[in-house]
């Protein structure tokens, strides 16, 4: 990475101030990019959901591990939860969606209720052995009673389809149908699967993030607070991938002390990621304690009201550039985590030196979320996002306490509770937003003339840019 000749400033910047220039490339298209990820997390894009309980649930989890990237589980999950849910994600098809399912009996209502938990837009009725009977989507239920069975309203005009079925077969049978979904069945008639058309596309570009045994990977958090190996022991036990040790202020003598203890379990290939810091020193001090990968950023985060109430932290590109050069001088990585509102964001973190890049709450509002699907007065679909150092969470997180003690901590309070992220109408889901970042940030690396992540850093050129050149790249869809 280096700058226009004169652009190197002596104050920090963000990523709204920076600026790609085009470069001579010899990259032909831009899918002769490779996205994956060299940190050892085993990401095939450079994509983590973060830590936080309005964003990272086991659908996120399941459905962004397989398009290669990886969601972090909080530290606010339970541990057996943590298990139950690790389990359940490595059971998940990597190519196949798990479908939602309902029996005849069942009630429109429940499909209605069930349709928003995921983004292939259909519910299949089965009978009592689990074979598909028809599919009911949402078309389906528009202008009938909420009492009707299912069974009643299900087209039942289905495509099953073998679960080995190559994706671009499945692409080509769904093509020009008017049905929506195929039906990966084993070979008992089974329902096993659901795969759409963009499905099949994405199964054919994207690669899943795996473990040594072919399953799904999933990462879990802890804080620093309590017994912090006790808790990693139990999420290693669980089976997580990645063990990400967090906390508003990483560069604290608590953290080192986690960090200790933490690399003294029997981690196998568990690489540790911890954070958050934002200078070249708490690099150090957190590679030093143990961690692998560290985590950037303080107060860029969406819900995150430090900068606000502190006056700490750090314009996140210039944060992610100073930790990233001194990671990658100790061999080490960092991911950039907050203040991601467009794909541009990704690509001038991952321009910086980042491995990898952490959205939250971009992504609470998207199906796969955990929280439930609302709508506005107008209508519109949304979902409620909130940080993790609000006072509902710390509320939440701290339920055990005393009164006092709570009372104390809900001093504290350093997020929002409660925002509306609004369903992009055109990117509902999140696989659709990974595909806005993924064509972003492969163009980006064509535009730098590079093949990879690690060509991209090496080459690109950056330019400091006022407001309003900021402003002028922004479309204007209503004219001006
Ligand atoms: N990236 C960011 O900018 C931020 C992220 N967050 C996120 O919120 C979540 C909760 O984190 P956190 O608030 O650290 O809660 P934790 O439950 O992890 O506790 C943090 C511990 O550090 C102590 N501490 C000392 N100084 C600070 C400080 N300045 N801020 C916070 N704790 C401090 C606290 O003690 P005591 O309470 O007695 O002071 C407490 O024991 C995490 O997921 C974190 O990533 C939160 C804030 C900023
Ligand atoms: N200061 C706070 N930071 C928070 C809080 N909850 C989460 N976060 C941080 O934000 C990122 C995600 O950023 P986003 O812009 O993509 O939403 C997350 O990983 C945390 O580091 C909070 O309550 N306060
Ligand atoms: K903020």
Redesign the pocket.
């Known amino acids: 990475m280096r700058f226009l000749d004169g652009h190197e400033t002596h104050y920090d910047l963000t990523y709204d101030d920076i600026f790609v220039v085009p470069g001579r490339s010899t990259v032909e298209s831009r899918f002769d990019v490779d996205l994956a990820t060299s940190d050892g997390t085993g990401a095939t894009i450079p994509i983590v959901v973060a830590?936080m309980t309005a964003v990272a649930g086991r659908r996120m989890a399941e459905t962004v591990a397989r398009r290669g990237g990886l969601v972090v589980l909080p530290?606010d999950v339970a541990p057996d939860a943590v298990a139950e849910i690790t389990a359940w994600v490595k059971t998940r098809h990597t190519v196949w969606d798990t479908p939602l399912v309902l029996r005849a009996g069942d009630a429109v209502a429940d499909a209605v209720n069930l349709l928003p938990k995921r983004a292939h837009g259909a519910v299949v009725v089965v009978d009592g052995e689990g074979r598909p009977l028809g599919v009911v989507d949402e078309a389906a239920c528009h202008g009938v009673d909420r009492f009707t069975r299912v069974g009643e309203v299900a087209n039942p005009d289905v495509v099953t389809l073998p679960m080995d079925t190559a994706p671009r077969d499945v692409f080509d049978r769904l093509h020009g149908r008017s049905t929506k979904v195929a039906l990966g069945v084993d070979d008992e008639g089974r329902l096993a699967g659901v795969l759409t058309e963009v499905g099949a596309l994405r199964a054919e570009i994207y690669t899943p993030a795996l473990d040594a045994d072919g399953r799904l990977r999933v990462a879990a958090a802890t804080?620093?607070?309590g017994d912090v190996a006790a808790r990693a022991a139990e999420l290693l036990d669980a089976g997580v991938d990645v063990l990400v040790v967090?906390?508003?202020?990483g560069h604290?003598e608590?953290m080192l002390s986690a960090l200790q203890a933490v690399r003294k379990l029997d981690l196998g290939s568990v690489p540790v990621v911890a954070g958050?810091v934002v200078t070249a020193a708490g690099v150090r001090d957190l590679v030093d304690a143990g961690a692998d990968v560290i985590k950037v950023?303080?107060?860029p985060?969406a819900m995150?009201t430090?900068r606000m109430m502190t006056g700490v932290?750090r314009p996140q590109f210039s944060a992610v550039a100073e930790c990233a050069a001194q990671a990658r001088a100790l061999g080490k990585h960092v991911w950039a985590?907050?203040g991601v509102r467009h794909p541009r964001d990704v690509a001038l973190a991952l321009a910086a030196g980042a491995s990898s890049v952490m959205v939250g709450s971009w992504f609470a509002g998207t199906y796969e979320s955990p929280g439930d699907l609302q709508r506005d007065e107008a209508g519109r679909p949304y979902k409620e996002s909130f940080?993790?150092?609000s006072k509902r969470a710390v509320g939440a997180?701290t339920r055990n306490d005393n009164a006092f003690d709570r009372a104390r901590?809900g001093l504290?309070e350093?997020?929002i509770s409660t925002s509306r992220m609004r369903l992009d109408p055109l990117r509902p889901g999140v696989e659709d937003l990974l595909d806005s970042i993924c064509a972003g940030v492969r163009s980006s690396c064509t535009y730098a003339g590079a093949h990879s992540l690690e060509e991209f850093h090496e080459l690109v050129v950056l330019g400091v840019q006022s407001a309003a050149g900021f402003a002028e790249g922004r479309p204007l869809p209503g004219g001006w």
Request: charged letters at 20%; proline letters at 0%; one cysteine or more.
């Open positions: 830590n530290q804080g620093v607070n967090d906390t508003a202020h604290q608590k958050n950023g303080v107060g985060g995150c430090t932290g985590d907050g940080g993790m150092a997180r901590k504290f350093e997020g």
